[in-house]
């Protein structure tokens, strides 16, 4: 099995995404913790629900990367997905092409898919969620924020693609 390459600390990546936040003028606070890599563990180190974490995928559709931002009690419904994709095939980006595009390993991503230049569909599953917790480019940095403010600061296209 391939070694786990773990992000600590504040990051390049959590920088950027705190400016983006304050340019914003979005609440939120950072929470630090031991590293997570499962939605399960960050819940529970950052105190909040399942369903209210925003986790962050990114998928290759044709030859163009997207960031899907959806409820980490949620899985993405491929069938769904390739039809608002319009494509025949969907995958999720390989490690190197993750850390490529975002300067984040597997679990570290933000939702913010502008950080990166990278179209961003959110779904349904987080529309209506009072609260959103996410990783912060970092395995041990993550953000807890109201729902509507990050609703209003996520560049995203709402969608229903969660089974």
Same mark, same amino acid.
């Given at each position: 099995?391939?070694?786990r390459k773990i992000l600590r600390g504040?990051?390049?990546?959590?920088?950027?995404l705190i400016a983006l936040l304050d340019?914003?003028? *979005?609440?939120?606070?950072?929470?630090?913790?031991? %590293? #997570? !890599?499962?939605?399960?563990?960050?819940?529970?180190?950052? &105190? /909040?629900?399942?369903?209210?974490?925003?986790? *962050?995928?990114? #998928?290759? *559709?044709?030859?163009?990367?997207?960031?899907? #931002?959806?409820?980490? +009690?949620?899985? #993405?419904?491929?069938?769904?997905?390739?039809?608002?994709?319009?494509?025949?095939?969907?995958? $999720? +980006?390989?490690?190197?092409?993750?850390?490529?595009?975002? &300067?984040?390993?597997? &679990? +570290?991503?933000? %939702? !913010?898919?502008?950080? !990166?230049?990278? %179209? /961003?569909?959110?779904?349904?599953?987080? +529309?209506?969620?009072?609260?959103?917790? !996410?990783?912060? &480019?970092?395995? /041990?940095?993550?953000?807890?924020? %109201?729902?509507?403010? $990050?609703?209003?600061?996520?560049?995203?296209?709402?969608?229903? $693609?969660?089974?």
């Open positions: 099995m391939p070694e504040r990051t390049d990546v959590t920088n950027r340019e914003a003028g *979005a609440e939120y606070r950072l929470v630090e913790h031991d %590293p #997570v !890599f499962t939605s399960e563990e960050a819940a529970e180190v950052r &105190g /909040t629900a399942l369903e209210e974490g925003a986790k *962050a995928l990114v #998928v290759k *559709a044709d030859e163009q990367y997207y960031n899907l #931002v959806i409820s980490a +009690a949620k899985r #993405v419904d491929n069938a769904k997905l390739r039809s608002i994709l319009n494509t025949r095939r969907v995958r $999720f +980006a390989r490690p190197e092409e993750l850390h490529e595009l975002t &300067g984040c390993w597997p &679990g +570290a991503v933000p %939702p !913010f898919g502008q950080l !990166f230049d990278l %179209p /961003t569909l959110l779904d349904e599953s987080l +529309a209506d969620k009072s609260q959103a917790s !996410f990783n912060a &480019g970092s395995h /041990t940095v993550s953000v807890v924020m %109201p729902g509507e403010d $990050f609703r209003r600061a996520l560049e995203a296209r709402g969608e229903d $693609f969660a089974e």
